[in-house]
């Protein structure tokens, strides 16, 4: 699978699961699907039980469409610019860097 194939599907997921947890919250809560949608923090949508179900609904669609596993429920938010989930853009690049990490060496370059 080469990188853009991976970027993509890693914005599946993130959408994938924005839509099981807009289906709980009121509309004015709803997180819009775009890259720059602020997820958590000052602007965020997300507050912490929109949080949770978030983080179990993703890490459930990412092992869907990567067949493998992952653990976010132990990233701490924060207002750090590190923070994986400060927005959907950079929760792809995590989810992007993660699928990376899982597929080893013998993936070279291609994610």
């Given at each position: 699978?080469d990188?853009a194939?991976?970027?993509?599907?890693?914005?599946?997921?993130?959408y994938?699961?924005?839509?099981?947890v807009?289906?709980?919250v009121?509309?004015?809560n709803r997180?819009?699907?775009?890259?720059?949608?602020?997820?958590i923090g000052p602007?965020?949508?997300l507050?912490?039980l929109?949080?949770?179900?978030?983080?179990?609904a993703?890490?459930?669609?990412?092992?869907?469409?990567?067949?493998?596993?992952?653990?976010?429920?132990?990233?701490?938010?924060?207002?750090?610019?590190?923070?994986p989930?400060?927005t959907?853009?950079?929760?792809?690049d995590?989810?992007?860097?993660?699928s990376?990490?899982?597929?080893?060496?013998?993936?070279?370059?291609r994610?």
């Amino acid at each position: 699978m080469d990188a853009a194939e991976t970027r993509d599907k890693a914005y599946d997921v993130i959408y994938r699961a924005l839509r099981a947890v807009n289906e709980l919250v009121p509309a004015e809560n709803r997180v819009r699907q775009s890259p720059d949608e602020r997820l958590i923090g000052p602007e965020g949508k997300l507050d912490s039980l929109g949080y949770i179900n978030f983080v179990a609904a993703l890490e459930q669609e990412y092992e869907i469409e990567f067949g493998r596993s992952i653990v976010l429920a132990g990233v701490a938010p924060g207002d750090e610019a590190g923070d994986p989930f400060r927005t959907v853009a950079t929760l792809a690049d995590e989810l992007v860097l993660r699928s990376r990490r899982q597929a080893g060496p013998d993936a070279g370059g291609r994610a």
